[in-house]
Nanobody, 128 residues
Framework: QVQLVESGGGLVQAGGSLRLSCAAS????????MGWFRQAPGTEREFVAA????????YYADSVKGRFTISRHNVKNTVYLQMNSLKPEDTAIYSC?????????????????????WGQGTQVTVSS
């Protein structure tokens, strides 16, 4: 079965850093764009970042641009989210997701309904 498993969440002070990892299994990893989404209590799930299958193009929500970096290591079937200068408003459950791209060179979508597979999420809590 396809599995996406996140790790690296935790409690950190404002201004600190965390690196999230998402390990994928049982899918052709290089044929999928990967995205990170987050959801805080009482809010809708929102786009954070995405990366294409080659790792050559990245995309970010305005709220995290310049602070977060998405990357992937295709041999390891793993995608990462490096989060720096964390703010309390970054507190949320962070989930990784995979979107089928195949041979397409278009940008990955930002709409979560277009993603095929999801991890169960990892909690990130940023204290003030």
């Amino acid at each position: 079965q396809v599995q996406l498993v996140e790790s690296g969440g935790g409690l950190v002070q404002a201004g600190g850093s965390l690196r999230l990892s998402c390990a994928a299994s049982d899918l052709s990893f290089s044929l999928y764009a990967m995205g990170w989404f987050r959801q805080a209590p009482g809010t809708e799930r929102e786009f954070v970042a995405a990366i294409n299958y080659s790792g050559g193009s990245t995309y970010y929500a305005d709220s995290v641009k310049g602070r977060f970096t998405i990357s992937r290591h295709n041999v390891k079937n793993t995608v990462y989210l490096q989060m720096n200068s964390l703010k309390p408003e970054d507190t949320a459950i962070y989930s990784c997701a995979a979107h089928w791209m195949g041979a397409s060179s278009r940008a990955p979508p930002r709409n979560p309904v277009e993603y095929n597979y999801w991890g169960q999420g990892t909690q990130v809590t940023v204290s003030s």
